[in-house]
């Protein structure tokens, strides 16, 4: 291979200024809030062709990037030289500098000055110069760039390798013939920079060359008989790639190290011309046809023709997408014709429509949303790849005499030409700005900042030809997307999908995030539901997107600041116009669906800020729905970050009673023991405020226990003056013995008006001393009292004891226990049964408290009348303060027959008999006499006692009623008069005897 000598020459790099005004751009018609846009119209861009060996591009122009890093970098054992001896070789070359040449170099490029220039339109590209001067009496075919270097193919067979010396500057390394026997040109620069190497196809020939020295490897084998060559892919196992060689019979797989080239395997798929591959799915052209291969299972797919006619055209070929989409070009009879661009998959099929070029192109690369198609003629133009595109063709590059070229080079470069007006356009479109809340100066002008020094503009798409190399810088992707249309949905999805595929700038981040948040607010804005798809898509992107954006749109209330990109907020702002709650079948449903997923999220650590703040405005807002369909509201509902929120929104709407439960759990789970009891007493709501009490006694502090425990106890057990039931009751007792309170204290504190609380508190605790039982007794007697005066108890026992009275029957129950049972079956009564019961029970208790039991009769006493009272609490113990007689005045009072006949003596028994003879009814005294004396016959033993009865009957008694009871005192008479004669008898015998003894004992004396 010859290898020409170059003489270099270190020309001085033009202005800036110089070199933009042979770049014509006319910029796009956006609006900026700070400047306005000039449009220039078209300018030219000249060509100025200096024969020299150093070619000087715009210094700050074109800046490296994505270098390789040193992992994936390698030096070839083989090479000759290594990177360092290049950079000196250069170096020393630079020093031995031939003017001639250059001078006259200038002198030809001067007359063809007025001949050659770039036209570009307005559009979604400019051009920015990378490499001013080529040598222009070549024509190219290629042209590569790699870390510092930059290569370029010819029609002849020239390889040109550029070196840049400093940024923006130049030099031209080497130029060699691939084979100095031939002008055959280069077909294919195939850079391959992992292994620091490249494959050169020229005439069917392929070769291995080393980077960056850029000449053929040493001891490499040439493999000929090649159409095309391709990358399959990269394995980092064996640091090599895999690389597909079109043969004639076949398909080669070749395996490339930093080391060795190995043929590793052929493919029986024969007369392939060109072809671009998806690992090993290939689409390939053959014979005038297109045809799908699937290496793996060696499936072939006929698809179209590449020229209606037997014409020549060159198949083209390329990736749309790197997963599963081929784009190609079908035309007419000739270049001239027009031409259809196809997007095809895997499966054959043609998708996303078809778009139709002028004429029938040279070279297609893909870059979406764009597609830039060299026409040929003098003519390179940039057709849309959006089906939405009313117009598909937008812009073009022309030179009326040279052909342009294109190329996407492995390196991506930075245009730093852009201007301080068009930089401010691109921030105050892509800077935040606020929705909510007063401006915030300091920070919009700090996002200004940071987009404007994020922002710079790489592309790797080249324009190339005897003008030089210029960059085809693509404008923001954000510009390209303007439209509202729903179409604009799946355009803005196919760019994030290719962008995912990337490494992005950090300026490409922020143009990713605004086509996000676009895409959501069209989702918003176009589809009919949106509470599953849209959400779900709001959630997938929430470390992107403010979500609060989207509470935002519906309305909902929003915590902190939320900024959005200045340029979408006019779409916000008719979005938030818009009823959007109307496309949400089940809101509650469809926020619980969003807190879950955002919570599954932050767990991964994907949302990274101001998520509390937006699990506050979902809590809030579900919180407002459920409250207004009166739904059940639990703890479990919400994040404790909301929680202050939420006591707020609940006090805010009046529902602090009511929605008291979830308020108390709330103050709980904060460590707020004492507002719960504070909520409780405003609701009047004291049963559930004891049970607080007791079930957090120990979690309240110590101040509150000393000081306000006992009171809120009590105002909780009389509850507005009420009665304490016994449960609460016993939760008192059960709180005072875990806070150490005396009850007695307690009781003590239990003001005069609460006397019928201190009752039931002793009640439950039981009596400890004398003292509380007369307390209790006392109280009891005074609700009787009252019970007696407000229920007219007095008339109700005087008929009782009218009704007992009447009933002359001699065995009938006493009238202690007629009343008793009278009480207990008289509805009327129910409340004085009650208290006498209670009376009773305690009088009970104390029966060996002769003191207490002396003080129950004295207090009753005071209320009692006719000794009924009495009668009822002390029917057996009435002898104690009440005399016999005046027990017998009592009884024989009521006609309790059987009562007089325990009090009835000798002296009483006429007295006894003489009331029974009033009775009107001379059956029931005879009767009532009878049992009298019968029952009390023990009383007649005596002649005056009999006597006196006898005298008593009056001569109209029935005297055969009590016959037997007069038989029987007469024999009873006899008896006794026979034992008293007996009796004397007997003595006087007995003293007979005695006498007689006496005399005998006087006798012998």
């Keep these: 291979m010859a290898k020409k000598k170059i003489k270099v020459n270190n020309t001085k790099v033009q202005d800036n200024d110089e070199r933009e005004s042979k770049i014509g751009i006319e910029p796009p018609h956006e609006e900026n809030d700070e400047t306005g846009t000039k449009d220039n119209g078209q300018e030219t861009l000249e060509g100025e062709n200096q024969q020299s060996s150093l070619h000087s591009a715009n210094q700050e122009g074109v800046e490296e990037a994505d270098k390789f890093s040193q992992e994936e970098s390698r030096s070839t054992d083989n090479s000759s030289f290594d990177k360092d001896t290049t950079r000196e070789a250069i170096e020393n070359d630079v020093t031995k500098e031939d003017t001639s040449g250059t001078e006259a170099g ?42 510092n270097h930059i290569f370029l193919g010819t029609t ?64 490499t084998v040439r493999l000929r008989g090649i159409n095309d060559v391709l990358v399959c892919n990269f394995s980092r196992s064996s640091n090599a790639y895999r690389i597909y060689a079109f043969h004639a019979e076949g398909i080669r797989l070749l395996k490339i190290s930093a080391n060795s080239l190995v043929f590793a395997k052929t493919f029986n798929f024969k007369l392939i011309d060109k072809a671009c591959a998806h690992e090993q799915t290939l689409m390939i052209s053959k014979l005038n046809n297109y045809e799908l ?16 006619t037997d014409e020549e055209l060159e198949p083209i070929i390329t990736n749309f997408n790197d997963d599963n989409e081929f784009l190609v070009c079908s035309g007419g009879g000739s270049y001239e014709n027009g031409a259809m661009a196809l997007v095809v998959n895997h499966h054959g099929d043609i998708i996303k429509g078809t778009m139709l070029l002028k004429n029938y192109p040279r070279k297609v690369i893909v870059e979406f949303p764009y597609i830039i198609v060299d026409s040929g003629f003098q003519s390179v133009d940039i057709y849309s790849a959006l089906s939405s595109e009313e117009s598909q063709l937008l812009q073009s590059i022309t030179n009326p005499k040279i052909d342009l070229k294109i190329s996407r080079t492995d390196k991506v470069f930075t245009n730093a030409n852009t201007s ?30 940071l987009v404007e020094e994020s922002y710079e503009e790489k592309s790797s798409l080249v324009i190339y030809n005897n003008l030089g190399i210029h960059l085809l810088v693509p404008k923001p992707m954000v510009l390209s997307f303007t439209s509202y249309d729903e179409s604009e949905i799946d355009n803005i999805e196919d760019q994030l999908k290719k962008l995912s595929r990337r490494d992005l700038t950090k300026f490409q981040k922020i143009e990713a995030k605004y086509l996000i948040s676009l ?65 949400c079948e089940n809101v509650i449903k469809m926020i619980l669906m969003i807190k879950s997923d955002l919570k599954k999220r932050d767990k991964n650590g994907i949302l990274v800020t101001d998520f509390s703040d937006i699990m506050k405005s979902i809590d809030i807002t579900l919180l407002g729905l459920q409250l207004d369909s009166g739904s059940e509201v639990t703890i479990d509902m919400f994040e404790q970050e909301s929680f202050d929120e939420i006591i707020k929104e609940i006090y805010s709407r009046g529902d602090d009673i009511s929605r008291r439960r979830l308020l108390i759990d709330i103050h709980k789970e904060k460590g707020e023991y004492v507002e719960p009891l504070k909520l409780l007493k405003r609701a009047k709501d004291y049963k559930s405020l004891i049970s607080f009490i007791e079930e957090n006694i120990r979690c309240l502090p110590e101040e509150y226990v000393k000081e306000t425990l006992n009171d809120d106890l009590i105002i909780s057990l009389r509850q507005g003056n009420k009665n304490a039931d016994s449960n609460s009751i016993k939760q008192v007792l059960k709180i005072l013995d875990i806070a150490g309170i005396s009850k007695n204290e307690f009781l003590d504190r239990i003001p005069e008006e609460g006397i019928s609380l201190k009752v039931s508190f002793i009640e439950e605790l039981g009596v400890q001393n004398s003292k509380d039982s007369k307390f209790l007794f006392n109280y009891y007697l005074t609700k009787l009292q009252e019970i007696i005066s407000k229920d007219k108890i007095w008339f109700i026992l005087d008929d009782f004891i009218k009704e007992y009275k009447d009933d002359l029957a001699y065995d009938k129950t006493d009238i202690t ?17 009650k208290y006498y019961g209670k009376c009773e029970n305690l009088k009970i208790e104390n029966i060996e408290d002769s003191e207490f039991i002396k003080f129950t009769f004295g207090e009753i006493s005071k209320i009692d009348r006719d000794h009924i009272l009495c009668l009822l609490f002390f029917s057996n113990d009435l002898i104690k303060w009440i005399s016999p007689k005046e027990l017998l005045k009592v009884y024989l009072s009521f006609n309790d027959f059987r009562s007089v006949e325990k009090f009835t003596d000798k002296p009483d028994l006429i007295a006894v008999m003489k009331q029974y003879l009033k009775i009107t009814s001379l059956n029931y005294s005879v009767e009532l006499i009878s049992n009298l004396l019968r029952r009390n016959f023990s009383l007649l033993d005596d002649i005056d006692t009999q006597l006196m009865v006898l005298e008593t009957i009056p001569s109209d008694f029935p005297m055969q009623s009590i016959s037997e009871l007069l038989l029987k005192m007469i024999i009873q008479y006899q008896d006794k008069r026979e034992d008293s004669n007996l009796r004397k008898f007997l003595l006087k015998n007995q003293i007979s005897i005695s006498d007689e003894l006496n005399r005998n004992f006087e006798a012998q004396e």
């Design 106 to 147: 200038m002198s030809t490029n001067d007359n063809q000055k007025e001949d050659l220039s770039l036209k570009i339109n307005e559009g979604p590209f400019r051009l920015s110069t990378v490499l001013e001067n080529v040598p222009s009496d070549l024509a190219y075919t290629c042209c590569e760039a790699y870390d």
């Design 156 to 219: 002849t067979g020239d390889l040109l390798h550029y070196f840049e010396l400093e940024r923006g500057n130049y030099m031209l390394v080497s130029q060699t013939k691939f084979d100095a026997d031939s002008d055959a040109k280069i077909d294919k620069i195939l850079l391959l920079p992992k292994v620091e190497g490249a494959l050169i196809l020229c005439n069917n020939e392929l070769v291995l060359f080393i980077l960056p020295e850029f000449a053929p490897r040493p001891n």
């Design 293 to 308: 291969v699937n290496l793996k299972s060696s499936q072939v797919i006929p698809l179209f023709r590449i020229s209606e």
């Design 420 to 449: 301080e007006e068009f930089r401010k356009k691109i921030s105050n479109k892509l800077r935040l700005q606020p929705l909510t809340h007063s401006d915030n100066k300091f920070r919009i002008e700090r996002e200004r900042a």
């Design 519 to 583: 895409l959501l607010f069209l989702m918003m804005l176009h589809y009919d539901h949106i509470e599953d798809e849209v959400m779900k898509k709001w959630c997938e992107f929430s470390d992107k997107v403010d979500i609060r954006i989207l509470f935002y749109l519906l309305g909902w209330k929003v915590y902190s600041e939320i900024w959005c990109f200045r340029g979408l907020v006019d779409i916000v702002e008719q979005l938030k116009s818009l009823k959007l709650s109307n496309k």
């Design 817 to 833: 226990s007629f009343i008793d049972i009278k009480l207990k079956h008289s509805v009327k009564c129910e409340r004085f049964s």
